[in-house]
């Protein structure tokens, strides 16, 4: 099953928890065992699993990433978004999660997140929900 999330980010850089659609397409789905892959068609943002309780710790990772990856720079990409399109490649465009008793498997403190680095913007979520196949 295909299905496609919008997120509208608010901020330059930020974590946007897409964990609560994430959960309902795949009960939606009807999918009891299988797999939920994601994937993000942008080159200014990224995916990632990360603790979902604690909000520090998304800013957190933004103010390693950033010291990591300073905004300014000696870049070549001269539309001035060099460390945003460093930072996707470096946390990921895609994710791949299991599905177990009808239910997005994450451990009890993780979330789904979509990461922005060069918002605010829109941006699409691919979703494909894959049922395991029975054994003959």
């Known amino acids: 099953m295909k299905?496609?999330?919008?997120?509208?980010?608010r901020a330059k850089d930020e974590f946007v928890d897409i964990t609560p659609q994430v959960r309902?397409?795949?009960?939606k789905s009807g999918v009891q065992e299988g797999i939920c892959v994601l994937a993000i068609p942008h080159t200014t943002?990224?995916?990632?699993?990360?603790e979902?309780?604690?909000?520090?710790?998304?800013?957190?990772?933004?103010?390693?990433?950033?010291r990591l990856v300073p905004v300014r720079d000696d870049y070549s990409h001269a539309e001035g978004n060099a460390a945003?399109?460093?930072?996707?490649?470096l946390l990921g465009t895609s994710q791949t999660l299991l599905i177990e008793g009808r239910k997005l498997?994450?451990?009890r403190w993780q979330g789904l997140f979509l990461a922005e680095f060069d918002g605010?913007?829109?941006?699409?979520?691919?979703?494909?929900?894959?049922?395991?196949?029975?054994?003959?």
Not at 120 to 136: H, M, S
């Open 24 to 27: 309902d397409l795949v009960q």
């Open 52 to 66: 979902n309780w604690d909000p520090s710790v998304q800013v957190d990772v933004l103010k390693v990433l950033d």
């Open 120 to 136: 605010p913007r829109t941006r699409r979520v691919a979703v494909r929900i894959l049922a395991d196949r029975e054994a003959p």
């Open 3 to 9: 299905y496609q999330i919008e997120v509208h980010s």
């Open 84 to 89: 945003a399109h460093v930072k996707s490649v």
């Open 105 to 107: 498997s994450l451990g």
């Open 45 to 50: 943002a990224a995916l990632s699993v990360n």
